[in-house]
């Protein structure tokens, strides 16, 4: 298969993208946890899906979001037990601290409900941008083993090695310091960029 690399310029425009639409959803996530959440500008670059998860340990939360409108395709997002487990601790009212123990059916049930809302923001920035109506299913959460990498190949529903890996740093008060990554595949980037570049012309 033809080896697809992207320009400085598509690389740029993704990076825009997920600027502003995940800025808004850090607002959104704000209002959930009751506390001033940060994310820094995204850092791009293509990986292989072997690459997908390099930064995390163990195991991990996946919530995958599909585009039912708009785009094609969908997109995974991978965050760590421990920040799901204060998220979760925080949108019930608690201080944060509240971590010990497994993760549950109820942090997962919580998890889905913050990054629906923080995706469901995200489509709406994504909507202005790209100059094209785009909404989300309710978002898919699973934990998996980070040596599990069957699950991961599930979540997609392409057979492509290549992906857009924006890894944002993220902060919540003095709670969490840490990594949320966004994946997609490839041919979901160039679209999104091919949307953006024309609406523009």
């Not at 930064?55 to 996946?62: G, L, N, P």
């Not at 409108?69 to 601790?89: I, P, R, S, W």
Request: glycine share 6%; with cysteine.
């Amino acid at each position: 298969m033809e080896e697809i690399i992207l320009s400085n310029e598509q690389v740029d425009i993704l990076g825009e993208i997920a600027n502003i639409s995940m800025g808004n959803s850090a607002t959104t996530l704000s209002m959930m946890v009751n506390k001033k959440v940060d994310i820094t500008t995204p850092n791009v670059k293509i990986i292989k899906r072997s690459e997908a998860l390099d930064d995390y340990e163990k195991t991990c939360i996946f919530v995958q979001i599909h585009y039912v409108k708009g785009l094609e395709g969908n997109n995974v997002l991978v965050l760590k037990e421990h920040d799901v487990k204060v998220m979760t601790d925080l949108m019930m009212g608690g201080d944060g601290t509240n971590t010990a123990g497994d993760i549950t059916e109820l942090h997962l049930s919580a998890a889905s409900e913050a990054m629906n809302q923080m995706m469901g923001t995200s489509a709406t920035s994504l909507s202005s941008m790209l100059g094209v109506a785009t909404d989300i299913s309710t978002p898919i959460v699973n934990q998996i083993d980070v040596e599990s990498i069957k699950v991961f190949e599930k979540m997609f529903d392409t057979t492509y090695d290549r992906f857009v890996k924006i890894a944002f740093r993220m902060t919540i008060g003095d709670l969490i310091d840490s990594v949320m990554v966004q994946l997609y595949p490839v041919q979901f980037a160039l679209d999104m960029c091919d949307k953006f570049m024309s609406k523009g012309k």
